[in-house]
T-cell receptor, first 116, second 115 residues
Framework: DGGITQSPKYLFRKEGQNVTLSCEQNLNHDAMYWYRQDPGQGLRLIYYSQIVNDFQKGDIAEGYSVSREKKESFPLTVTSAQKNPTAFYLC???????????????FGPGTRLTVL | AQSVTQLDSQVPVFEEAPVELRCNYSSSVSVYLFWYVQYPNQGLQLLLKYLSGSTLVKGINGFEAEFNKSQTSFHLRKPSVHISDTAEYFCAVTRMDTGRRALTFGSGTRLQVQP
């Protein structure tokens, strides 16, 4: 079955640690995205990538980093510089920037990160 | 830049009653519009989308939405809700041109269906 997988489902981090959240897709999509969700709020864009080896900052990129070395993978690192990292993180992908149906984003199940 | 406003943070409704979840947007360029549903501790599932053509869009689970360009609205409706429709619903837009195509989301509406 095609889809997007995120791991782990739950992640606990100590203060000062970097952690990496995994996102993998087998949909052959060119574009991938990372969003952060906080209680009572919509999703906010952290980073996005239109194609392999290219990525752009979103609205709240400070304290985060990404890489896109393979088409199917877009890992997100939450660094110690992120002051309030406790949140639900969602990864998404879309066919690409062709417009219309190509822009429809499909989401993974999410990773809940808690800072201890 | 785009913005999305979902006026109701919570909507309580009795089972088998109709429901409307409101969504208004603001954008300097033409946009595509989406509704997603999120069940507790899960990712988002696409309900329906408006790309072009007929302004009345039908989606999964009996939901439909109507795009009104003059009022910049994209309200979601269902004629008869079920307990299983209890979830959070997000309205989102993305621009049609070649600019940044990531989704801009509203803050969500929690639909609570009561027996």
């Amino acid at each position: 079955d095609g889809g997007i997988t995120q791991s782990p489902k739950y992640l606990f981090r100590k203060e000062g640690q970097n952690v990496t959240l995994s996102c993998e897709q087998n949909l052959n999509h060119d574009a991938m995205y990372w969003y952060r969700q906080d209680p009572g709020q919509g999703l906010r864009l952290i980073y996005y990538s239109q194609i392999v080896n290219d990525f752009q900052k979103g609205d709240i990129a400070e304290g985060y980093s990404v890489s896109r070395e393979k088409k199917e993978s877009f890992p997100l690192t939450v660094t110690s510089a992120q002051k309030n990292p406790t949140a639900f993180y969602l990864c998404a992908s879309s066919i690409g920037y062709g417009g219309g149906a190509a822009d429809t984003q499909y989401f993974g199940p999410g990773t809940r990160l808690t800072v201890l | 830049a785009q913005s999305v406003t979902q006026l109701d943070s919570q909507v309580p409704v009795f089972e088998e009653a109709p429901v409307e979840l409101r969504c208004n947007y603001s954008s300097s360029v033409s946009v595509y519009l989406f509704w997603y549903v999120q069940y507790p501790n899960q990712g988002l599932q696409l309900l329906l989308k408006y790309l072009s053509g007929s302004t009345l869009v039908k989606g999964i689970n009996g939901f439909e939405a109507e795009f009104n360009k003059s009022q910049t609205s994209f309200h979601l409706r269902k004629p008869s809700v079920h307990i299983s429709d209890t979830a959070e619903y997000f309205c989102a837009v993305t621009r049609m041109d070649t600019g940044r195509r990531a989704l801009t989301f509203g803050s969500g509406t929690r639909l609570q269906v009561q027996p």
